[in-house]
């Protein structure tokens, strides 16, 4: 591992000790329709933090995803708009229900642009899905309004934006159904876990059912599910993570700003991350358009700083979908995109080498 990692978790004693614990008690999973002990700890705890009705925690992200789209009913022959600058783990979803991917290209903040959206509306239509990209907000009230004038379901990507709001309300929370990851790489993690978060109970009982095999409150089968349980080691773990979460995005925007403070004096040749009226990030990644990041890369590299490209190419044009295109805004942010590591391993005297560095690489 380089000595400053893009992202990397950050765990203590006591994640080491709740994992002791749950092995001692032998309790690894829970097929109960609340989840079992442990989840349901961790998932009242994300509850409180983005001020939510329900939250299910499910094994990955990626299943908060598919759990989200099957509770909203999108099937086969669906149509779901969606950007192409994202993992490919959200078109993936969209394919693994059986619906069609169709990629929107991306605004100047690098989230899906709603005028795309709109030239993308027909009657097959029945999701969005935004892309909280790098922490960065997506243009929530203009989608919302795009969903209500044409009766389509809003599913947030929030995989890479836990903390990150807009108008002091949680990313997440700011449509229908929000899905998290807590992948290692993430602001905070479970080893491997996600969750949907949503104000509405008609979709919270599926989400629960489609969690666990379709199996409702009564432990009867009420209609299809897969096993997508968090196992219980996982959410002690999160609930861990979770009380140190505000600390690490403090040390995250702290690294931020010190970083825009350092670059500003570059600014005339890369872009700094935009940040939308209204928005907080929790500084998932410091994004910045860079003319010649190969260069950059492997300096950084030589400094045994780890400096990533998210993402190219971007999904429409990977093997399994090889469609969508031309999205000229996405096409040319993915050949110039570079994420610098800001997570709170951090300090200030590695953002100086970092801005040394990106000094000369575009001398
Ligand atoms: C934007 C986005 N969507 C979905 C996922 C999938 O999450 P997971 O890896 O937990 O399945 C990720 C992260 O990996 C992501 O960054």
């Known amino acids: 591992m380089p000595k400053v990692p893009i992202n990397t978790p950050i765990m203590d004693k006591e994640e080491a000790e709740v994992v002791q614990k749950i092995m001692s008690e032998r309790y690894f999973t829970d097929q109960s329709y609340e989840g079992g002990k442990y989840v349901r700890e961790f998932e009242a705890a994300l509850e409180s933090y983005l001020s939510v009705k329900h939250v299910v925690a499910v094994s990955s992200g990626t299943a908060a995803l598919i759990a989200a789209l099957y509770a909203a009913k999108i099937e086969p022959g669906d149509e779901v708009i969606l950007p192409s600058l994202t993992f490919v783990a959200t078109a993936n979803a969209v394919k693994a229900v059986g619906a069609r991917p169709v990629f929107a290209d991306i605004d100047n903040f690098y989230t899906i642009d709603t005028k795309e959206i709109r030239k993308k509306i027909n009657k097959r239509v029945k999701a969005i899905m935004p892309v909280h990209l790098y922490g960065h907000v997506a243009n929530m009230d203009e989608i919302l309004e795009i969903a209500e004038e044409y009766n389509i379901t809003v599913i947030e990507d929030a995989a890479q934006s836990l ?10 929370t700011l449509s229908k159904m929000g899905c998290f990851s807590f992948y290692p790489g993430k602001v905070m993690t479970t080893g491997e876990g996600g969750a949907v978060a949503t104000n509405d109970d008609e979709l919270a009982d599926s989400l629960r059912k489609i969690r666990n095999h379709g199996f409702d409150n009564k432990g009867n089968i009420d209609g299809f599910g897969l096993n997508l349980r968090m196992p219980q080691i996982n959410a002690a773990i999160g609930t861990v993570q979770l009380k140190r979460l505000p600390q690490f995005l403090i040390a995250r925007e702290k690294n931020a700003f010190t970083y825009l403070k350092y670059l500003i004096d570059l600014s005339d040749k890369i872009t700094l991350p935009p940040i939308r009226e209204g928005a907080k990030y929790n500084w998932y990644l410091f994004t910045i358009l860079h003319p010649n990041r190969q260069k950059a890369i492997e300096a950084l590299k030589n400094a045994e700083i780890d400096a990533r490209v998210y993402y190219d190419p971007p999904v429409h044009k990977t093997p399994a979908y090889n469609y969508g295109g031309p999205l000229p805004k996405t096409e040319m942010i993915s050949k110039t995109t570079l994420s610098l590591p800001v997570n709170p391993l951090v300090n200030e005297d590695i953002i100086q ?11």
């Open 163 to 172: 903390g990150s709001s807009f108008k002091g309300k949680m990313s997440g």
């Open 353 to 363: 080498k970092v801005t040394e560095i990106l000094k000369e690489s575009l001398n």
